[in-house]
């Protein structure tokens, strides 16, 4: 585009904006991240703390999987107890501690860890799956049942003690993830072991949370605000992904199918404190806000070699972690919400953005060379996926505060 046009849109930019359609409002954009691995083909993540150290499991040279960390664009190994082989880390929380599942594949039993400062300190026959802030730690322990040999039982782990949680009647169950007023929600058999059941954990009694009107339901994630999600059967017997909320005294209020994205199947991995709700649809990756579905892969740069699959976590920042594959290889990623508008990537849309934005509608290869930290979503300020002449009026609309 000549630089007489350059100078007319920069012109329009100043000015108030071009006197095109006006712009939706914008859709989140997001900078992915392969969050590494140790050695071997593969990793996946499986949890996210609230100041966005993201955990999760990955393979080594020899083919084990053992749990990791990654601070800072740097990959740290928690390798297993003692003789395991195998470790995966669930969980981790802003005082430093990060709890992982030690095991070997085949075996009944399996061991607990809690790292810190590099220090792993044993948790017992207990496997974790989430933490809570205060260091509450919940998940399940193996532990013999009459006549029916070694179940899994849901458990919460507080100050080196293991407390078995009552199940809704059935032989076993799991804690999947706990919030910071401490209730505990997971899944657990019925009486006969008839169905399985999303269950809230209040006061040491357990809860079933019912389903979508079919059979089935499990819950993964909860939130301060009352807000648990999961995956339930809807009445004609389809897994959907589900929000439950429920009022102060742990009655369930409402009760919301997601959707899918496209296929009969949608599961509820997670939800942070602004009620956005990630996890996977017909194998895409998904966050639900607003009553809206969106495929986070229409939310990344093009051509980044990704294809995400599984949402795992959010946190509070809005950032994600999970699976997919990268280059045909199966990675764990870090999803970063993209300031929209600020593209010159300072951390503020003010004026030193309206040449960048318009370098990046005018000569998208200057673009990217002059600011390799940037994407070219950052210039898409009506949220459609593309930059274009769209674009100029919701950029005004961010200029002035909208």
């Not at 904006?17 to 050695?39: E, N, R």
């Not at 806000?289 to 920042?317: H, Q, V, Y």
Request: overall charge negative.
């Amino acid at each position: 585009m000549s630089t007489k046009i350059s100078n007319e849109l920069r012109f329009a930019v100043i000015v108030g904006g071009a006197t095109l359609i006006a712009g939706q409002a914008a859709a989140q954009s997001y900078q992915v991240t392969d969050l590494g691995d140790l050695g071997g083909p593969m990793s996946m993540a499986f949890a996210i703390s609230p100041s966005g150290l993201p955990v999760g499991t990955a393979a080594t040279p020899d083919g084990n999987l053992h749990a990791f960390f990654n601070d800072a664009g740097q990959v740290w190994e928690l390798p297993p107890a003692d003789d395991d082989q195998q470790s995966w880390a669930f969980g981790a929380n802003d005082a430093g501690r990060i709890v992982a599942m030690s095991f070997d594949l085949g075996e009944l039993h399996v061991h607990g860890q809690m790292w810190e400062a590099g220090v792993s300190t044993p948790m017992g026959n207990f496997a974790p799956r989430a933490m809570n802030a205060a260091n509450v730690v919940v998940g399940y322990i193996s532990r013999d049942v009459t006549d029916m040999g070694f179940m899994d039982r849901p458990a919460v782990w507080v100050n080196g003690i293991i407390g078995e949680l009552p199940t809704l009647g059935g032989n076993s169950g799991y804690a999947t993830a706990v919030n910071d007023l401490n209730q505990i929600i997971g899944f657990s058999d019925t009486a006969g072991d008839a169905q399985v059941r999303a269950t809230l954990w209040l006061g040491g009694t357990a809860r079933n949370l019912g389903t979508l009107g079919g059979t089935h339901s499990q819950a993964f994630g909860i939130n301060d605000m009352g807000d648990i999600v999961g995956v339930a059967d809807d009445a004609a017997g389809r897994p959907r992904a589900f929000r439950f909320q429920i009022d102060d005294a742990g009655v369930v209020v409402t009760r919301t199918d997601l959707g899918t994205l496209g296929s009969v199947d949608s599961y509820a991995c997670a939800v942070n404190e602004r009620g956005e709700i990630v996890g996977t649809s017909n194998d895409r990756a998904f966050i639900w806000f607003g009553g809206l579905m969106t495929d986070l892969n229409t939310r990344i740069p093009a051509g980044s070699g990704w294809r995400l699959s599984r949402a795992a976590a959010i946190n509070n920042a809005g950032v994600i972690v999970g699976s997919g594959w990268h280059d045909g290889y199966p990675k764990a990623f870090m999803l970063t919400p993209m300031l929209v508008g600020d593209t010159n990537c300072d951390g503020a849309v003010n004026n030193f953005d309206i040449d960048p934005f318009v370098m990046a509608l005018t000569d998208p290869v200057l673009y990217a060379t002059s600011f390799p930290d940037c994407e070219i979503l950052h210039a898409d300020a009506n949220g459609d996926g593309v930059v274009n002449n769209f674009d100029i009026d919701p950029f005004v609309v961010l200029l002035s505060g909208g």
